[in-house]
């Protein structure tokens, strides 16, 4: 049986896609940087490199049947935006051009949500116009772009097939990712007032099964939603005061307060060389809800998440026993 690359096993979701493959019993091989943990994958073959290092990937894709490209450089403020550029864009283009030249017969690819058009006052799906002039902020930019860099690689008849996660939710968020940063931040009561705006969330599980659906079932060039409910963040707060017992927030800050915040917290963090409390590209990014449908992940790979309940009491769970909160 020839291994499936995994990229960003190091990570949330990486990390699951990998589990959820040995699982089953695939042979897996993650590719993992230097420096990186590789944990809790017993029986996983790492390979060290970069994506920013051909010569690494080459070496990572060798042999592989499958590539499944789940690691981005996912933050809302970086010292040096171009890093996201290096790692998201170019270090795509790096990937697929090994995988090319390795002769992979499948490739899936982890963009966003935030690359899916989302229509005023209703929930986007994958054929909702959006145009790079929408994209807020170096992460959505720059992951943008390597989405169309996925698409090109799929017209010059790569066989890349893209899915596009919502905000995904449960355990082993390591870092944690913005998402899972809400929640801890939630549990250690560090969020007194919150700015309303909606995300559509899903189990993480469920989007790492719609990875491995994705790769049987998916059509090379096209994209597939893998998301579940759509929310405000006030009901997730609510669902989070039932199963953490934490009082949910009550004060709504405005929009035009939460955005002077956001620049004044991210010019002085720029200076000072941290991140900010409130970056202004996630202020930005809450000023629209990013309400989708996933319609046709449903119905072309027969995706079908589990409610966010769940997943919200496995993040708990995982937050308060790891020492996160």
């Not at 944990?39 to 592989?64: I, K």
């Not at 799906?125 to 090109?152: C, N």
């Not at 449960?170 to 870092?175: A, N, S, T």
Request: glycine content about 10%.
């Amino acid at each position: 049986m020839k291994p499936a690359l995994v990229t960003g096993a190091t990570g949330f979701l990486g990390w699951h896609v990998a589990r959820q493959l040995l699982e089953r019993g695939d042979a897996v091989r993650v590719l993992a940087r230097p420096a990186s943990a590789v944990r809790e994958l017993d029986g996983a073959e790492v390979s060290r490199g970069d994506l920013r290092d051909p010569a690494s990937l080459a070496r990572a894709v060798s042999g592989c049947g499958v590539v499944y490209h789940v690691a981005a450089d996912y933050r809302l403020w970086s010292p040096r935006p171009q890093d996201l550029y290096e790692s998201n864009v170019e270090g795509t283009r790096n990937l697929f051009d090994a995988a090319r030249r390795a002769g992979v017969e499948r490739v899936v690819y982890t963009s966003t949500v935030g690359c899916i058009g989302i229509p005023a006052g209703g929930a986007g799906d994958e054929r909702t116009p959006v145009s790079e002039a929408e994209m807020s902020g170096h992460y959505k930019l720059s992951k943008f772009r390597a989405e169309r860099v996925a698409l090109d690689a799929a017209s010059a008849g790569l066989p890349v097939v893209i899915v596009n996660p919502t905000a995904p939710v449960g355990d082993h968020d390591f870092k944690p990712t913005p998402t899972g940063r809400i929640i801890a931040d939630f549990l250690k009561r560090k969020m007194p007032a919150y700015i309303e705006t909606g995300l559509n969330f899903v189990d993480v599980r469920d989007t790492a099964k719609g990875h491995l659906l994705a790769a049987e079932r998916g059509q090379a060039g096209q994209r597939y939603i893998l998301g579940c409910e759509n929310l405000t963040l006030g009901q997730l707060f609510e669902r989070l005061e039932r199963i953490g017992g934490v009082p949910a927030p009550r004060v709504r800050i405005p929009y035009a307060v939460a955005y002077l915040t956001g620049v004044v917290s991210t010019a002085v963090s720029s200076l000072a060389g941290r991140e900010p409390i409130a970056p202004i590209e996630g202020v930005r990014m809450a000023r629209k809800k990013m309400w989708v449908r996933h319609d046709k992940a449903a119905r072309e790979l027969g995706f079908e998440p589990g409610p966010v309940d769940a997943a919200l009491r496995r993040a708990v769970e995982w937050f308060r026993s790891n020492g996160y909160c």
